[in-house]
């Protein structure tokens, strides 16, 4: 009962720190988006560049996350922005590439090759297989990759108090510096509804996004 006082009278923070943790993982996944969905693409092109792009990925995922933190401070205090919700964003941006790019380059060169030779041979451009052919077939996968980023990236972003950045995760540090067991649990509760529920969405998103002849 003890929790669910505290939380009652902290509400409006509660409220505010999910404002901030969630316009961190929202800026940092949308231009993860942005950026991967097309190199995912335009590495389907070259195996070799493929191996390549998706093992220096695979590299910055295995890097601990407040040692990405970490490495951002000295980098980005040049330009006076070495700790708070910049340096957050860019090291979930990089977080996320791997999934979204590695979906991404998995879906296109997945679909299935008679569809391209029947899309080539009713006079379809390059450009219009993709759009009308390759990525609609691979919606479903491309966005299993987006929540993969976005769930796993919350959690992340919880780390990123400790740099500043604000968000749930100063629920969690306050709870261990002061030793207070409602703070800790609040903010652990409430950056694992908020996967929960983020993930949810994003699924009836995929849902909707899905091509009706793939839900069949």
């Given at each position: ?43 389907t ?5 493929a ?51 590695r ?32 990525i ?20 992340v972003?919880?780390i ?57």
């Amino acid at each position: 009962m003890e929790i669910f006082g505290f939380i009652a009278n902290n509400w409006p923070v509660i409220l505010r720190l999910a404002g901030e943790h969630i316009s961190i993982v929202a800026v940092a996944v949308g231009l993860a988006i942005l950026t991967g969905v097309p190199i995912g693409i335009a590495i389907t092109q070259n195996r070799r560049v493929a191996d390549g792009v998706l093992y220096v990925a695979s590299i910055i995922v295995t890097i601990p996350s407040i040692a990405l933190f970490g490495l951002m401070i000295p980098i980005l205090s040049k330009i006076g922005q070495g700790i708070g919700w910049l340096p957050a964003v860019i090291a979930i941006l990089l977080y996320s590439q791997l999934p979204i790019v590695r979906n991404t380059y998995t879906a296109i060169t997945n679909v299935d090759p008679a569809l391209r030779e029947a899309a080539i041979g009713m006079g379809m451009t390059p450009f219009q297989r993709l759009t009308r052919l390759e990525i609609p077939i691979a919606i479903p996968v491309i966005m299993a990759g987006v929540r993969t980023a976005v769930v796993m990236n919350i959690g992340v972003a919880a780390i990123a108090a400790y740099i500043g950045a604000g968000g749930l995760g100063v629920l969690i540090a306050r709870g261990i510096s002061q030793t207070d067991p409602r703070q800790l649990i609040t903010g652990a509760l409430a950056v694992s509804l908020l996967a929960i529920l983020a993930d949810w969405a994003l699924l009836q998103l995929q849902k909707r996004l899905t091509p009706a002849g793939l839900k069949r």
